[in-house]
Structures are given as C-alpha cells and as structure tokens.
C-alpha cells in the first residue's frame, strides 16, 4: 500500500504540476478546482480512445455514478457531471436512461446548483422510491457557505417516463451538518431504507479526524432527520466517501441473509466491503469476524474502480453494481482529449453460495452486443510461448472468455511467507507479467501492437502455499507495457482468486476489452480488476490479441471465446 500511495501522490503531483499556475484547491485534496479549466468548452473530441459499450457522455469530465435506479421500465443513471471542461469541478447531477442497461438516451442534467442550499455544487447521492411508489433523490448540496448538506428533489411529474424534470422543496436541506460535525466532510447519502417500526434510515459519510464514519439519521417523513446517537459504522481509515448498504440472500450463511457494508475510502481511491448482521431494533451492523475490517478487506474491484453505488432491479430480481473509473492520463490529456471518465460495465452481485465473498458479472444484457465469434478449444501454450487470436474485426473492443487449464501444478513456486504481510499488489508488482514464474504467468496480452511492444497483460500466477492451504493464485493486471506515451500513471493492480486449483484443474477469465479500458473478471466473478490504458499504436484496428504463457509449466486454453462488441447507442434526446 505504500508504494501505491506513493505513486498516488508522484501522480497527483504530476498532474497538479500541469496546471500548477492556476490550481486552486477547492474543499479537499481530491476535489481541485482547475480554476482555468473550467470555461473552456471541448469543442473538440479526441475519439481515439473513447469507449464503444461502456457508458460515458459526448464530452467534458464525468466521475460518481449517482442515484442509479429502476423505475417503472426503465434504468435511470444519473452521474457526477462538469458541463463546462473534461476536468472536475461545476458539479450537475447529468442524467441518462435507458431500457436495458446497454442503450442509453442522455437527457438534461437533473440537477444542477441553483438555491443557497446547492450553489456551489451538486454532488454525490442516491434514489429511494416512496411507499407510495414516488422516487426521491438524496443528494449533497454545497452551500453559500461551503458547508455540505443534504437535499432533497423529486420528480416534477411523474407521468413522464423518464423523469426528467426534478423540483427542490424550498424546505431543503433536509439534513445540515450539526455542531461537531466537519461540514467540509459530510455527504453522498445512500438510498434509504425503512425498518419494520416505519422509520427511514440512511447513512452519510464523514469523518472524525482520521476516523471514518457511516453517520446514521432517521426519519418519519422524509423530511424531518435527527442523527442517531451512533454511527453505523467506523475506521480508521480517513474520510468515508459513498457509503453503500444492503442486504444480500445466499444459502451458505446462517439465516440466509446478510447486509453489505461498503466505503470508498478518499485517501487510497480504493474501496472496501464487508457483510454481516444489522439488527433494525437497535441500529447496529456487525460485520462477519471472519472478514477483516479495513485496508485489508474485500474489494468489490482491486483496479481502478470508484464511488461504486448498487440499486434493486426489481425487474429482474438482481442487484446492479455500478462504478467510476477515472482517467490515469495526465489532466493535459484529459484537455487535449475533451473527456474524461468512464462508467464500468454494470455488474450484477450477489453473495457466493459458501457465504466467503460476494460475485459479480457484467449484466447479460451487454452480450447483446457480441458480434463475429471466434472459438478456440484446447490450445496447449507451451511454457515461454504465445499465440494471436485471431479471427476478430475489432480486438479493441471485445468480449473475451477464456479457460486456463494448468498441466503441471507441481512446477508452482513457492509463496513467499513475507508476502503474507503485503497485499497482492505488491506481489504482482515486484512479480510482472515479463518475471518468469512456474505455473504462470499466463493469461491475455491485450491491445497488443504489431510489433509487441505495447501490451496489457491480464494474467494469473499460482503459487504453493507452505501452510497446508490450498494455492495462491494471484490475478494481475500489468499495464507497465501498455503505452508508448510518457506522463502515465500506470499502476499494476492485482488480487488473489479464491479458487481451489489443485480440485478444478482450472482458472477462468473474462476480459472487456474497450480501446481505453481493460475490465477483467477471475474465477467466474470472484475477482474483478478494471484498468485504465493509453496505447498509441494499438488502437482501433491496429490492436491485436494474444494468449501468452510466460511459467515453466504448460498450459491448455481448454475452451476460448472471444466475440467483436458492436457500440453501445449512447444518444442525446435533441
Ligand atoms: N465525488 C463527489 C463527492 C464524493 C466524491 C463530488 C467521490 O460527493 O465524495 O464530485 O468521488
């Protein structure tokens, strides 16, 4: 972890260094306003890297999704928008529906600064839908002072089917940051939820010096909010930024229900979550024993993945994941670009039948858009050896699927004990994808260029535990390679899969590919890693994809798919 807070802040710096001159620093470290930025409207569109089926608008900067919902029919996403630069800062609630996850028609922002209670910003927040089936939207406004306080708006009518006008109460905010409270660290309200005694609740993240908090209140009406005597939940982790929590059902725990707890913490960008019992009567969640608590915890993705928020798709009684991936080029870059931000593939989760961890998988909508099939079965991948997939229009913007069976578990290295101290991170980074191991590395090399030189490794690497478990296997992503271009951040991110090898004889893999994203899922969901990558050669259809074994041991590609993804229909109502 130190070596990635390091590399934040030599990235941060180098960012803030671009703009140096005119930077000036809005509520928090990670809220800078680039002062003359902020006018200047992308005229131009640098397409080159933009997305084909993940969600982002025409231009101009994007982060938090926000308030993301199901409402009679039709998915509402709405996000964290500058309408002004491809930088943050003049913060409207942007608005997209769309009637299968895939498709979206973007609409006017939904809610934009405009009363003293949200004149310096509308920032992150959730939807609830009313007993009497009205959706509201929670959000935190910054107010004429400054201060960060939460509001209420609803649907101006609703018999349109895309809501698209919402209305202020004039009696907002509903929820000020009381005495004691830091009002500089107070927001990002989740989606409410009602007790069997009526009263709402939900919780805002704040902190208390170094101490993380999920601040409770309460409520009768909607209106009316009095904090609860105690936080639902605390770390010491730094500000609590989007706090989410809901229950999930699995067969494998005891009750068969369990309540997710999850944070984005401001200080790493990274994202932790629990599960556990929360008891209605008494407000308290208690997460599992077996889980740790903290910087060490699960993660919903080990990449660049952020200010994540779930809704109930009660169409298709699942729950959705939805996340930000922010941009690891410079803020010039972003300029030059016109754009920055992207939403990841919305995920489907739920709690794995052992109860252990929670699963995701892009939505089954998204394979609406498979084109042209290629189809390999079991290819063996000679230890030091790779080979082209060929056969796709577009490796830039595809859908992979991929098992990887491993003929000779006992050439597995040993894990070294000391590595049991460090995260997987920095066991993949001092172990790239060109570090020959063992069993592994293998995986995929994708937005690969002619010559080889620019690739993104997506790999596995299994190694021997001494302690009597089961092997470690490690899932990388190594974007070291990825890009001719300098000024990059180009962070290797990685986590282990929970996968019995030595019983399944097999790793699975799927990997999004999407000109600048790279969204991988190990294990059938168990770990998910998106990367953010920059090549300047294997764009378009200059990029190619490969299956490469860099281990001792072979390797048998027993079953591979791999499909050309059309463009999602991302359009503008007018
Ligand atoms: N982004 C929002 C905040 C939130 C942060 C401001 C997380 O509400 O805490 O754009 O990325």
Known sequence: MAVRTLWMWAFFLLRLAVTAASSLPAAEVTHLVFADLQSLQAEHVDDTLRTGFHFQPPKHWINDPNGVMYYKGVYHLFYQYNPKAAVWGNIVWAHAVSMDLVDWLMLEPAISPSAPFDVNGCWSGSATVLPDGRPVIMYTGINEQDQQVQNVAYPKDLSDPYLREWVKPDYNPVIAPD???????????????????????????????????????????????????????????????????????????????????????DLTRYEYYTFG????????????????????????????????????????????????????????????????GVQAIPRKIWLAPDGKQLMQWPVAEIESLRGNHVNITDKLVKGGSYFEVTGLTTPAQADVEASFQVMDLDKAEPFDPAW??????????????????????????????????????????????????????????????????????????????????????????????????VESFGGHGKTAILSRVYPTKAVGDKARLFVFNNGESDVKVTNLNAYDMRSAKIRSLN
């Open 179 to 265: 005495a004691g409270v830091n009002a500089s660290a107070f927001r990002d309200p989740t989606t409410a939820w009602q007790g069997p005694d009526g009263v709402w609740r939900l919780v805002i993240g704040t902190k208390d010096n170094h101490r993380g908090l999920a601040a409770l209140y309460r409520s009768l009406d909607f209106k009316r909010w009095a904090p609860a005597r105690r936080a639902l939940h605390s770390g010491d982790t730094g500000m609590w930024e989007c706090p989410d929590f809901y229950p999930v059902t699995s067969p494998g725990v005891d009750g068969g229900r369990k309540h997710v707890f999850k944070v984005s913490l």
């Open 277 to 340: 019992d929360y008891d209605y009567a008494t407000d308290t969640y208690v997460p599992d024993a077996s889980l740790a608590d903290g910087n060490e915890g699960l993660r919903y993705d080990y990449g660049n993945f952020y200010a994540s928020k779930t809704f109930l798709d009660s169409g298709k009684q699942r729950r959705v994941l939805w996340g930000w991936a922010n941009e690891s080029d410079s803020t010039a870059d972003d300029v030059r670009k016109g754009w920055a």
């Open 420 to 517: 049991r101290a460090v995260d997987a991170e920095t066991v993949c980074a001092a172990r790239r994808a060109d570090a020959k191991g063992g069993v592994g590395p293998f995986g995929l090399w994708v937005l690969a260029s002619d010559e080889l030189k620019e690739r993104t490794a997506v790999f596995f690497r299994v190694f021997k535990r001494d302690d009597g478990a089961k092997h470690a296997i490690l899932m990388c992503n190594d974007p070291s390679r990825s890009s001719y271009a300098d000024n990059l951040y180009k962070p290797t991110f990685a986590g282990f899969v929970d996968v019995d090898i030595a019983a399944t004889g097999k790793i699975p893999l799927r990997t999004l590919i999407d000109h600048s994203m």
